[in-house]
């Protein structure tokens, strides 16, 4: 069967503002039923390795509560990816979270592997602040992924809107347009998901289960 490997941040504090961060839960939880339904198994890889900090969890997600029931051990004791080969995955999913804005463009082990899994004929997707793991992520060529292609995040108006512009150490909208990519968005906090050939990316929290959609799309396209 398929398997997706789902990237998670290490990086659990919003900046100076004392507030704590970490991978938005639903953005695995929603999505990973997608693909188990669809018959793929997942995985975790986080950026330090270990027990990843949690975000996002909501009184009444039923699905979010099921999974982190099903995965509770996997997410307590995840893999960094050094330990990891890219040739067993067929997909990589960068998380969101607004952690990863901090570990994820420094991440170059995980982007590394990411690449590779790319480049092996494999899908990158990414949903939220997880593109924050694709402004660095260059191929064997030295090329950016994100170059050329269209691609979607949590956008500038997002941020804004949430009020952590002045938090977050970039604007990540303005950093994959700065490395070539073609920016689509739709309306603040609305599904917007997007796929160009083996790159998949989604706006939002509300894009995470599209993101998966168009990940298995792929694969069997």
């Not at 990086?11 to 004392?18: A, E």
């Not at 390795?49 to 009444?60: A, H, L, N, S, V």
């Not at 950016?144 to 108006?157: D, P, R, Y």
């Not at 994959?176 to 998949?200: M, P, S």
Request: charged residues 20%.
């Amino acid at each position: 069967m398929p398997k997706v490997l789902f990237a998670l941040t290490s990086h659990g504090q919003l900046g100076d503002t004392g507030r704590n961060t970490g991978f938005y839960v639903p953005e695995v939880a929603h999505p990973a039923r997608v693909f188990q339904d669809a018959g793929w198994d997942i995985a975790f890889v986080s950026v330090a390795g270990g027990k990843p900090p949690r975000d996002g969890i909501k009184p009444g997600d039923t699905v979010t509560a099921e999974f982190l029931e099903a995965n509770g051990d996997a997410l307590s004791d995840t893999p960094s990816a050094d330990a990891l080969s890219a040739r067993d995955y067929q997909a990589v999913y960068f998380a969101g979270g607004h952690g990863t804005m901090w570990d994820f463009p420094h991440a170059t082990v995980l982007t590394r592997l990411a690449a590779e899994i790319y480049e092996h004929g494999g899908i990158v997707g990414a949903v939220c602040h997880g593109p924050a793991g694709l402004v660095n992520l260059t191929l064997s060529d030295g090329s950016h992924l994100v170059e050329g292609k269209q691609v979607s995040a949590f956008t500038n108006e997002e941020e804004e809107a949430v009020g952590l512009t002045g938090v977050v150490p970039f604007a990540l909208e303005s950093a994959l347009v700065d490395k070539g990519a073609k920016f689509t968005k739709t309306d603040n906090f609305a599904e917007h998901a997007v796929a160009d050939g083996r790159l998949v990316t989604g706006q939002n929290p509300a894009s995470a289960a599209k993101v998966a959609e168009l990940i298995i799309e792929q694969f069997g396209a």
